[in-house]
């Protein structure tokens, strides 16, 4: 057992030096930290990313760290899951298409004790990532102005946590992550005209932080066959010590002198508070339904910002706003003891809604909403292990008004081994 579980923090430790995140090429991407990344699961993708009631034993939901404790007692689990996606971007009459495939996540969990279970695991926080150019004449004359924007990197995160049924249904728990990554953006301005100099605006950050994440859900059976829970969390809010900089480029067309300058806001970036509340309700272990809330306390955030009257690169109010999302998701199988394997699929259905966190030249950004159906495939071998092939497709629409509009289909795949290593095998 102790080789097991020393080979998985190896195997976890190793998916580190993987892009974990979600690929993206969203303009959308420049503003705050980023794209931020759901961090749901296989088996709850096919849901939407509903997580904060979802108790299951065969299946790791780090999305509410009280979960840990349903872990069946004899059984290793390890989620690994990656996703490809297809963007069509549209503004006025003009269109583009962008592909993204990328590796996601990596999650384990197991009981360490009676009622007490861990998890541990990758997965991404935020993505950065876009390329675009624009081009105006200037004034009536011939002269034209080019700006090319592009951006890269994101933020990942690790975690540890542990999941402790207290009493009864109520169960607590806690994860403690580190937070690390870096991102660039930069701004060139250009001329046609060779009088003109070409100007160079870099925006950069490295990030190395933690996250403490709280959770809650108290379970309870109505009958023999129905069972509601009711889940919460609450992630801490606090400043990133992190110290994002611009370094501003004036390279001479003529002569291709170029100077430099250098300007650095400390302390600047932090994370807010993040409440969320939940419920699942279970059928005889056929019908699962089930609700999120979650509220992300940006709008009380500064973030840096250029200021074009004095120069100045300096903390500014109003560019963020709080972050509202709600979600619903349910699950159907037909009979999870039938021999016959279409009989023991997972079929899965979600939706859900969404407020952005970042304001576009003082407007909120674009709303999100988005549809996911899948399945999980149970996969049985000779040894009776209970893995799971989770396969999801998402449409995911983020519009505003004069924005450019996102429709984005992505399709999820993550492979759940469950592997019976704390069976104790008699010989007779």
Known sequence: MKNNILTLIMALAATTTVNAQSGTNSPYSQYGLGILADQSQGFNRGMNGLAIGLRQSNQVNMLNPASYSSVDSLTMIFDVGLSGQVTNFKEGNRKINANNADFEYAVAAFRVMPKMGVSLGIVPFSNVGYNYSSTTKVGNSTTTSTENHSGSGGVHQVYLGVGWNILGG???????????????????????????????????????????????QYSLDLNKKDNITIGATYSLGHN???DPSLTTTNTNSQTGVSTTNTQTVYDALSIPDIIAVGAVWNHDRKYTFGIDYSLQKWG????????????????????LSDKHKITAGGEWVPNWQSRKIYNRIHYRLGASYSTPYFKVNGQDGPKEISISAGFGIPITNSWNHGSVLNISGQWVKASA???????????????????????KWKVK
Do not use: C
């Open 170 to 216: 109520l169960s607590l728990g806690v994860n403690g992550s580190y937070l690390w990554g870096s991102y660039d953006r930069t701004l060139t301005i250009s001329s046609s005209d060779t009088y003109v100099n070409t100007v160079t605006k870099t925006y950069d950050v490295s990030i190395h932080s933690y996250k403490v994440d709280l959770g809650m």
């Open 240 to 242: 990133l010590n992190a």
């Open 300 to 319: 009380k955030l500064d973030y840096p910002q250029l200021n074009l009257t004095t120069g100045n690169y300096e903390q500014v109010s109003g560019l």
């Open 401 to 423: 008004k004069d924005l450019i509009t996102e429709n984005t289909f992505r399709i999820n795949i993550g492979l759940t081994f469950n592997e019976r290593w704390f069976n």
